[in-house]
């Protein structure tokens, strides 16, 4: 059964960084992402999660405009274990983090990140709080 689990959240003020990891087991994966949900969210469910940053199996990346510069994804094979690089936080970066994971292989192009119901396989959340 395939399991992801998060680590790496916490608090920082502006400008600060934090390095987000994801322990997966029950791969290899195609596709791999990190999605964040902020508070106040009136969507529920996977839906409601913002597409940060992707990566697939060959190692290309994705990223959403709003991270661009400052967030890196990446992964260790020989761990199993991906990592969000998260620099010059702002407060509007706060949010639960999630990583999620899928074995179907995304035909859409890594300009962007796939939407959340394309992933199968999600880790249980970070917490993220950026202050002024």
């Known amino acids: 059964q395939p399991q992801l689990a998060e680590s790496g959240g916490g608090s920082v003020e502006v400008g600060g960084s934090l390095r987000l990891s994801c322990v997966t087991s029950?791969?290899?994966?195609?596709?791999m992402a990190w999605f964040r949900e902020a508070p106040g969210k009136k969507r529920e469910g996977v839906t409601a999660r913002e597409g940060i940053a992707a990566i697939n199996r060959a190692g290309d990346t994705g990223y959403a405009e709003a991270v661009k510069g400052r967030f890196t994804i990446s992964k260790d094979n020989t761990e199993n274990i991906l990592y969000l690089q998260m620099d010059s936080l702002q407060p509007e970066d706060t949010a639960v983090y999630y990583c999620?994971?899928?074995?179907?292989?995304?035909?859409?192009?890594?300009?962007?990140?796939?939407?959340?119901?394309?992933?199968?396989?999600w880790g249980p959340g970070t917490q993220v709080t950026v202050s002024s």
């Open positions: 999620a994971a899928d074995r179907a292989i995304w035909s859409g192009g890594m300009a962007g990140v796939p939407p959340p119901p394309l992933f199968q396989y």
């Open positions: 029950g791969g290899p994966y195609a596709m």
